[in-house]
């Protein structure tokens, strides 16, 4: 048997899209633009990582395919349209991620298990719908490539709804009442981009464990209900 070429973490961001977030749409670019930027400048780390970025709101487009940030030279760029569909969201996860760690293995890598950050600013448009998906998205005995996902809400998005789409209570964040949407949506990619670099240090140790940053002016969603 080959020797592997190491083990990587894919890690995917899934930003609202949607009409409600157009007054912010210079944050949410310039926070990617920040956590690629962060990536970069931990070349170890970002050894260990792949990041993709897709933005959501009708269906889901990719803003960056899985990516090793140490040689990626295009910074993604989201656009800004339609509703909040979450059934989107977790239709395609449920077949992008198993197909990506499909081809990261035969690339030679070990893979951990992906992690899914997620910010919304609203409420699922599509009824719940999207339950279904996400259910099959997060059955490891269905789907064994099943993500941890970390789901922040900001706006008019819900403690109970962001508990749901989480995949431990500890992974579920909502945006203190009265906060800035911007403000909020700068503070989720500074704690994104802790987070990827600490989870990325913790694959060289014995016990490699993916590390969850609360973004400040976030309080835990359980803490809401």
């Given at each position: 048997m080959s020797e592997?070429?190491?083990?990587?973490?894919?890690?995917?961001?899934?930003?609202d899209e949607s009409g409600s977030m157009s007054p912010y749409q210079e944050e949410l670019s310039n926070g990617?633009?920040?956590?690629?930027?962060?990536?970069r400048a931990e070349p170890?780390?970002?050894?260990?990582?792949?990041?993709?970025?897709?933005?959501?709101?009708?269906?889901?487009?990719?803003?960056?395919?899985?990516?090793?940030?140490?040689?990626?030279?295009t910074l993604p760029q989201m656009e800004i349209r339609g509703l909040t569909n979450y059934k989107a969201v977790f239709e395609d996860l449920l077949h992008r991620i198993p197909a990506d760690v499909q081809w990261l293995r035969?690339?030679?890598y070990k893979v951990h298990r992906p992690v899914v950050f997620l910010l919304s600013d609203g409420q699922p448009t599509d009824g719940g719908a999207w339950r279904g998906p996400h259910a099959a998205l997060t059955d490891k005995s269905q789907t064994p490539?099943?993500?941890?996902?970390?789901?922040?809400?900001?706006?008019?998005?819900?403690?109970?709804?962001?508990?749901?789409?989480?995949?431990?209570?500890?992974?579920?964040?909502v945006a203190?009442?009265?906060?800035?949407?911007?403000?909020?949506?700068?503070?989720?990619?500074?704690?994104l981009t802790a987070s990827l670099v600490a989870s990325g240090q913790a694959l060289n140790s014995v016990s490699p464990q993916l590390v969850v940053n609360r973004p400040d002016q976030f309080t835990m969603a359980i803490d809401e209900v």
């Open positions: 592997t070429k190491g083990v990587l973490l894919p890690a995917y961001v899934l930003a990617l633009v920040s956590l690629c930027e962060g990536l170890m780390v970002a050894a260990k990582l792949r990041l993709a970025v897709l933005g959501f709101s009708d269906d889901v487009q990719v803003r960056l395919a899985v990516a090793d940030m140490r040689t990626e030279g035969g690339e030679g490539t099943a993500p941890n996902i970390i789901a922040c809400g900001i706006g008019d998005a819900r403690a109970n709804t962001m508990l749901e789409v989480a995949t431990r209570p500890e992974f579920a964040f203190k009442a009265g906060t800035d949407i911007g403000q909020a949506i700068s503070e989720f990619f500074h704690s």
